[in-house]
């Protein structure tokens, strides 16, 4: 058994609480504004409202941006891509789910339930064919057939794990498949890793043994670590765990400015590589580095 390192955890709390007391700030001047408004002219109030409404939002959502979240509770959006010098950081396949992913609520904890997507796929790549499900917690409000689909294009992309003629992959709905993909809230990923001996603290992923356990919060909000759009972080996710899953070696940075292998584990720092989501670059070639053992 195989999880994301405890290294970023830090990172990743920081960030969560950092947020907290921007809400908690917002909320305290927007109250203060109000009291003082209800004792003002109604000329000063229009004034007062007018700067409160410009100042206050536009600060909060450049501190959340900072903190690297897509976070729409905050009232922001996902941030802008910083991947753009990299050449294997064109637009995702999943990138058309985006802006819909970053709006949904990540729950503390759900039922501990799951809802098997319904569609299928064809085969892609060639050689073994790896046949998979994905299955979503009930109660997210990501349905299972668009998270398939998502993490489909993402098997199935040319730079992914097909690249090489060795593997393939299958969407199956029913029946028997060789590995589970799973997204769930924080509290049953935790729940779920435990049980194999894995900490993840509310925020990390795990694989166990053939089913890998996505939390629903990297998967929305993305990592502070990672400077690539969103749809990027979920196809290293996937390509990461599923690398696993393949018998792939983690790997380090090969060196400043170099694409970040797809097996390395970038939640730790990029160590000076370009953030990247895939095995292969768009010329075919294996992306990798020296040893992390």
């Keep these: ?28 001047e927007a109250r203060a504004a ?10 000063a109030e229009r004034a007062a409202t007018g700067s409160a409404s410009s100042a206050t939002p ?29 050449p294997s950081a064109s637009a995702s396949p999943s990138g058309t789910a985006t ?24 085969t892609a790549g060639a050689g073994t064919i790896h046949t998979y499900k994905v299955e979503v917690e009930k109660g997210i409000e990501i349905p299972a057939d668009q998270a398939a689909r998502t993490i489909q294009a993402v098997l199935a992309d040319t730079r992914g794990w097909t690249a090489d003629g060795v593997d393939g992959f299958r969407l199956v709905s029913s029946g028997t498949a060789d590995f589970t993909v799973k997204i769930a809230t924080p509290g049953t990923v935790d729940k779920l890793c435990a049980a194999r001996g894995a900490r993840t603290y509310g925020e990390l992923n795990c694989k166990t043994g053939t089913t890998v356990v ?25 390509n990461y765990e599923v690398g696993l899953i393949l018998g792939r070696d983690q790997v380090t940075c090969p060196g400043t400015g170099k694409l970040a292998p ?3 584990q970038q939640i730790k720092g990029l160590k000076g590589c370009v953030a990247n989501a895939w095995p ?12 992390a053992s």
């Excluded at 292969?280 to 040893?291: E, H, K, L, R």
């Design 214 to 238: 996505v939390n629903l919060r990297r998967w929305v909000q993305g990592s502070p670590q990672f400077d690539g759009p969103i749809s990027d972080y979920r196809a290293l996710i996937i």
């Design 99 to 122: 802006a819909a992913a970053t709006s949904v609520s990540v729950p503390a904890t759900g039922p501990g339930t799951f809802r098997t997507a319904t569609v299928e796929g064809t």
């Design 58 to 86: 536009s600060a909060s959502a450049s501190v959340v941006a900072k903190a690297g979240y897509g976070l729409a509770s905050a009232g922001t959006s996902a941030p802008a891509s910083a991947a753009s010098a990299s």
């Design 280 to 291: 292969y670059d768009s010329q075919g070639g294996y992306i990798t580095g020296p040893s």
């Design 1 to 28: 058994m195989i999880i994301l390192p405890l290294v970023g955890i830090g990172t990743l709390l920081a960030a969560r609480q950092q947020q907290s007391r921007l809400s908690a700030g917002v909320a305290s």
């Design 262 to 264: 797809v097996m390395m």
């Design 34 to 43: 109000s009291s003082a408004s209800a004792s003002a002219s109604a000329a």
